[in-house]
């Protein structure tokens, strides 16, 4: 919620992050959010940090949406992941 014009929404079962569009998720258990990535962004995330992100399943995935396990990742990770997301969405 600190970068800049982001709003929280409900999406479905989840809590949507957005500026011009949603850049993020975090599930209603809080253990893992979705964030959306460029297909070669999220292709480097997950090779070399492969236990914090994965394509999420579907066609979803290869769109770029990828999985954050939140036990897994630490603040830096997070933050990074979110500001990159978020780059992208207010464009």
Not at 21 to 32: E, N, Q
Request: negative net charge; charged residues 25%; hydrophobic residues 45%.
């Amino acid at each position: 919620m600190s970068l800049d014009g982001t709003e929280e929404r409900p999406h479905f079962d989840r809590a949507a992050f957005r500026v011009k569009r949603i850049y993020a998720t975090l599930a209603a258990d809080g253990l893992t959010a979705n964030v959306k990535l460029l297909p070669d962004e999220q292709l480097l995330k997950c090779e070399v940090a492969s236990e914090i992100f994965s394509p999420v399943p579907n066609a979803w995935g290869k769109q770029g949406w990828t999985l954050v396990d939140l036990h897994e990742a630490n603040i830096d990770d997070l933050r990074a992941v979110l500001e990159m997301a978020y780059a992208h969405a207010v464009q």
